[in-house]
């Protein structure tokens, strides 16, 4: 009777998991101890404060409108249109709206359906650490060989050298991001010329993470692979209209890249989310009308960036040059004893603790957890956030 008992149990098959490595991001980890002991998260990166109202009301009236149903599978026109009106306006490269812009379910999306398009299994891609925790998974899934190159320690500028040795034969594509998560460092002009002449006599595809292409500071402008006419030729160009526009739940981006890239770019999207959004692209389109919310981005951002470091300045942190993007990393070298000789990971979840204010180390976005003594800040809250946040602070 026993027997006959456990052998009917329901009982679940036995998966092999495609990616072993992969389990609870530090993300989660710091965002739920941060909820925990009621600390101010400064880590996981998005606002904590509200969009303008104008785009909330142009999707109610997209709504209201009766644009309910299924889009094209490539995106809204006008709002492809838009995208394309606009990459033409800041780098001078006129992507054709119909063949060459494709709306996708967030920039996360866009970078897997990316690789799935153009990497087979045995291609390598080449990933400059530290580097956002989807690119490798999503190389993986798709068969290919991971190549880890890392940015130069200390000052994270692009190893023209040590890329150039990393490329082979069977390097199939490159991803590169800038302004770059995490070390909010910047690629210039000079290294994406160097980039454009290591890749010209190859076949090697671009993927160029974008995302916070609107948040460049001190006057300089955004040096998009769209502005370099040997890179946009092989590069499919991702950004956000989460992160451009404060609504990262909304989880809309886009890609731009020749046709031909478009074309087999578009096979995957279509079968992976098919579409997105339409009330919320109408909306989009509508609102980009109005340039002044992305022109006016690097102030909004840069002002933050400014509050935050000068509320560190009477700590012992050691605070890195932030170029661009919504965060600031941080040198825990020069703290006190215990905390300067936990591991980044361990003084994370100490000043979580302890402080009360969440950050992330930077060993998590290495695959061989190199620890550097930093750590990463986000700083796209409101005043009254990072106020709180430094107060705690400054017992450092």
């Known amino acids: 009777m026993n027997s006959l008992a456990t052998a009917t149990l329901p009982r679940t098959p036995v998966v092999q998991t495609k990616l072993p490595a992969v389990g609870t991001t530090i993300f989660t980890t ?35 409108r009766g644009l309910n149903q299924y889009p094209p599978m490539t995106g809204v026109p006008a709002l492809r249109q838009a995208v394309a009106d606009k990459m033409a306006a800041l780098y001078g490269h006129r992507y054709d709206a119909g063949t060459e812009i494709t ?24 990933v400059l650490e530290p580097c956002y925790d989807s690119y490798v998974p999503n190389i993986e899934l ?20 040590r890329i150039e040795q990393a490329l082979s ?57 769209a502005r370099f006419p040997q890179l946009a030729a092989r590069a499919l160009v991702v950004s956000s209209f989460g992160k451009t526009y404060h609504v990262t739940g909304w ?27 339409t009330p919320v692209q109408h909306a989009l389109a509508a609102y980009m009308s109005d340039p002044a919310p992305y022109l006016n981005l690097p102030a909004f951002y840069q002002a933050k960036r400014d509050l935050f470091r000068e509320g560190l300045t009477n700590t012992k942190f050691r605070l890195l040059p ?12 020069g703290l006190g004893v215990p905390e300067r000789h936990l591991s980044e990971a361990d003084f994370c979840l100490w000043l979580t603790r302890e402080i009360g204010v969440a950050a992330i180390p930077l060993s998590a976005f290495y695959g ?18 990072l106020a709180d946040a430094l107060a705690r602070l400054a017992r450092l």
């Open 368 to 385: 061989n957890g190199f620890d550097q003594r930093l750590i990463r800040f986000c700083f796209a809250k409101k005043d009254s956030t």
């Open 169 to 225: 034969p069977r390097t199939r594509a490159i991803l590169i991001n800038s302004p770059h998560n995490p070390s909010a460092t910047t690629w210039s002009e000079g290294d994406m010329l160097a980039l454009q002449d290591l890749l010209a006599p190859t076949e090697v595809l671009l993927i160029s993470d974008e995302v916070y292409e609107h948040m460049v500071f001190d006057g300089q402008p955004h040096q998009s692979a």
């Open 251 to 277: 989880k809309v981006g886009y890609v731009a890249a020749p046709a031909a890239l478009s074309t087999e770019f578009r096979k995957v999207h279509q079968f992976n989310v098919f579409t997105v959004n």
């Open 30 to 64: 710091m965002s739920a101890l941060a909820a925990e002991v009621g600390a101010v998260n400064l880590g996981q990166g998005f606002p904590d404060f509200a969009c303008d109202p104008r785009l909330v009301d142009e999707v109610t009236a997209a709504m209201q």
């Open 103 to 126: 709306i996708t379910a967030g920039a996360t999306q866009a970078i897997i359906t990316a690789v799935l398009a153009v990497v087979r299994p045995g291609d390598e891609v080449i």
């Open 142 to 161: 798709a068969g290919g060989t991971v190549v880890r190159v890392p940015l130069t320690p200390g000052t994270f500028r692009p190893d023209l050298a």
């Open 322 to 333: 932030t170029t661009g993007s919504y965060f600031q990393v941080a040198d825990i070298s």
